[in-house]
């Protein structure tokens, strides 16, 4: 089992920039993919990429490709969202989660998660 905390959300104006973070104890982090989803009011939980367990793979939504970037430190248990270019339609509750199963492209498959953080973008 692992536990997942994010931090690094708030507030930023449209063309902002926030850089998110998940910190993760219990077992051994690089056994897990990771994902970074996100949750708009009313909307369903959407995956907005995922990073393989080396972390030399990458998938993104199209909506946040080439704005956002995901990577991990597995020394330090940690993995990132990078958010550029925010816009207003990117605030959302944003997620971290893992999995030991299956791929960083599929948004199925995630067993943990962290209690999210708020990311705010105004116009």
């Known amino acids: 089992q692992v536990q997942l905390v994010e931090s690094g959300g708030g507030l930023v104006q449209a063309g902002g920039s926030l850089r998110l973070s998940c910190a993760a104890s219990?077992?051994?982090?690089?056994?897990?993919?990771m994902g970074w989803f996100r949750q708009a009011p009313g909307n369903e939980r959407d995956l907005v990429g995922g990073?393989?367990?080396?972390?030399?793979?990458?998938y993104y939504a199209d909506s946040v490709k080439g704005r956002f970037t995901i990577s991990r430190d597995n020394a330090k248990n940690t993995v990132y969202l990078q958010m550029n270019s925010l816009k207003p339609e990117d605030t959302a509750v944003y997620y971290c989660?893992?999995?030991?199963?299956?791929?960083?492209?599929?948004?199925?498959?995630?067993?943990?998660w962290g209690q999210g953080t708020q990311v705010t973008v105004s116009s």
């Open positions: 989660a893992a999995k030991t199963i299956g791929g960083y492209v599929s948004r199925i498959g995630y067993d943990y």
């Open positions: 990073i393989s367990r080396s972390g030399g793979s990458q």
């Open positions: 219990g077992r051994t982090f690089s056994n897990y993919v």
